[in-house]
């Protein structure tokens, strides 16, 4: 089986973010402060559990990945960085 071609991190950021605001409703500027460090679940109150069902879904759709729920760790939704680094591990 041939192996998935891989998104380039750039792509991954560009479109992780704009994913961040649609689902949190937080404007486009906002997070594009975002650094690898900044703190998401627990720290940003619309990043609650409903939006991180959101966020799976927008994931699976945006990047044409099936997310399993052995997959998925608590800490991925910790910050930025280690949102972006799941991502990419998927993607």
Do not use: C, W, Y
């Not at 975002?34 to 679940?41: A, G, K, R």
């Not at 399993?68 to 991502?87: I, M, T």
């Amino acid at each position: 089986m041939a192996a998935k071609p891989q998104i380039p991190s750039a792509d991954v950021d560009t479109s992780l973010r704009q994913l961040l605001a649609d689902t949190l409703g937080l404007s486009a500027a906002r997070v594009a402060t975002f650094d690898e460090t900044t703190e998401l679940f627990g720290a940003l109150p619309e990043f609650d559990s409903m939006a991180v069902a959101n966020l799976l879904t927008g994931i699976e759709e945006r990047f044409a990945v099936l997310i399993e729920d052995s997959d998925v760790e608590a800490e991925d939704f910790a910050s930025f960085g280690s949102l972006k680094a799941f991502v990419e591990r998927l993607a």
